[in-house]
């Protein structure tokens, strides 16, 4: 028998990768290996999951693929490792039960704990439920008492002792609980100590359940997809969250907040992954069912035939029956012709008898005519009867065809529907096992590249990902930027490229307020024209006046703005930043590409990033790289001479080539461009102590 493509392919890939290092086995799905043999996965290999898949409620419409969503994470968590506990179309007190089990397998294992759960959720007083399939929920109220908060169950984790903890939520389906609910999908709240939390979509907004076809919701179809690559936890949800966006186009954006302090991976291209056999395996399964939608596409073109056949025998049969019924109507009408005929001929004889002059003879024969008139009186009756039995029957028959024809047609119109169908499952298994045919092809390139890539320095590293941004930084074409970030999803470029993306490709939703009211847009403008920003610069040992300095923002368009400098002892400079916290340069030298100073977008607590740029010096003019690190840590209230600000507090350190160090602590108002108060820490090579400068936002003037 002839081997499938498909199946030479996978046998092909199988042996591929068997023959290279061990961690090149699981990367059959094409996605970078790079750094997964650094992970210390050995503390973190017990690993525990409560998958919640609700879809058959009872007081509200069910949901199309919650339960299939949950069956398949089920599936696909046991494979890489976890210990799991299902729950299928739950109450509460079978969610509740399941709790419970998991808490008593999770004491004193020091594991990962994970909650997924799909279904309808709701947010109350800033609160987030999963709704069991019985509740009932007729005001806010029986929210508690017939829910289960999410906060209950990250608590029972914590009370278990758990070393890490995720929770994934695919709920905010379009919910029927607006009434009882204090605002539309859920509630924004930030990751608690070493958890990572993951939204099907931004709080306030609704996720797509996704068609009857698919089989998954939007958010976990992509998310089944990339559980199956060896990726951190980090680029599993950021390449999702993409995924999502583009397929959604902009009206479904997954969100995250994470606050692990150490690595992990579902997938660790290792000891927790997938063997060469299950590729095999599938691409087996797809040949079969490839072969049977064939069969059944097949199987209902001949019943069609087949229809098409009793219905033209059925026609001809009609025909005849037609014509015999022609003629027996024909017969009958002649034969009343002759009984009208003959009825006519004794009456004449009657009026005949009725002149003959002997009475007697007269009584006879107008007896004999009478009799004779009321047997052709019975047999016109008999013959009216017969004709009206003839019609009926003919009515019937008309009735039983035209039915017969229904039926046959309702028939034939079932199996060209049959066929359509399977005509169409099969186009879509083909461009299916097409597709997985060429992630395979894609994945034996990704592993040689990620393997080359993975030996390089960061240099190295660095200058194939400019490369690869130079490309496209000018191109208005987003199918590139998906392309680039789901390339490196965390990558030195990658926050130019998120910022980007915003711009070109803009969200069709609106963030929802956090709890003390802010909104952030995905993305803002953080300046206009005109505005004028004067700050105070002091020594951070003495408090000593240092400096003064105003910025004016001269021009603005979407990407940013041009920016004037003045300050006290220095000549005035110009410079470019962006909206989104990209700086292309100042008066101390130029930055390629522009480097990240701040979140691309909304700025969350826990929040990461990391970039790296070519910065060079205005006073030398000597190139160097300059790493950047990032992370928003805090939310605080601030005084300054402008006044009181919320903020939220971000450390960033820069490490350049040469060794000199900054590290920056920015208070910043996501609203505006500018910090409101920044802690700039300098050392030089060979500095023991920092130099520590604080400068503080003395006036601001929002410009028109």
Known sequence: MKTSTSYKLAKYLAAFLRSKLAFFRPALLGVSLAGFTALAQAPLDVRVALIIGNSAYVNVPALANSKNDAKSMATILAKLGFKVFDVIDGDKASMTKAIEQMKAQLNGQKAVAM???AGHGLQLDWHN??????AELNSSKDVPLQTIDIETVIATFKAANTRMNIIVLDACRDSPFESQSSGKGLAQF???????????????????????????????????????RPARIEDVFKRVRLQVRQKSQGRQIPWDSSSLEEDFAFNDGSKHTFNPEDLIREAKE??????????EAEASKQRELQI????????????????????????????????????????QNLAQAQRIKEIQARKKAESESKEREHQLAQAALEQRKKTLELEQTRIKADAEAKERERQLAIAAESEKKKFQEATVALEKAKLAEAQRLKELEQAKVQVELEGRLKKETADKQFEIQKADWDKIKDSLIKAELYAFLNKYPSGDISELANAKL??????????????????????????????????????????????????????????????????????????RVAHAGAQHGDNSGKFDPPVTLMPAGIFQIGYKWHARAKFTSARTNKPEWVDVSGKVVSRETIDVPAGKFDTFKVVVDLQYQYGN???????????????????????????????ILVRDLVSFKRGS
């Open 115 to 117: 909650l997924y759960f």
């Open 129 to 134: 439920y999963m709704v069991p399939v019985d």
């Open 190 to 228: 930030d990751a608690p100590p070493g958890t990572y939390l993951a939204f099907a979509t931004s709080p306030g907004n609704v996720a797509s359940d996704g068609d009857p076809e698919s089989g998954n919701g939007l958010f976990t179809q992509f998310l089944i997809k990339e559980l199956q």
């Open 286 to 295: 797809a040949k079969e069912k490839e072969e049977r939608l064939k069969a």
């Open 308 to 347: 098409a056949k009793q219905r033209e025998q059925e026609k001809i049969r009609l025909a005849e029956d037609q014509k015999r019924r022609e003629q027996e109507a024909e017969a009958q009408k002649q034969r009343e012709i002759e009984i009208a005929k003959q009825q006519e001929l004794e009456r």
């Open 502 to 575: 915003e711009r070109l490709d803009k969200a069709q939703i609106k963030p929802q307020a956090d709890q003390l009211g802010r909104v952030q847009e995905f993305a803002p403008r953080r300046y206009v024209e005109n505005d004028v920003f004067e700050f105070v610069a002091k020594d951070g040992y003495t408090n000593a006046l240092v400096w003064k300095q105003k910025f004016t923002v001269l021009k603005v368009d979407d990407e940013g703005a041009d920016v004037q400098g003045v300050r006290s002892n220095t000549p005035d400079w110009t410079f």
């Open 661 to 691: 160090r900054l590290k920056l602590t920015v208070w910043t108002d996501p609203s505006i461009g500018a910090g409101i108060r920044n802690r700039i820490e300098f050392r030089t090579i060979g500095s023991s102590t920092p130099d």
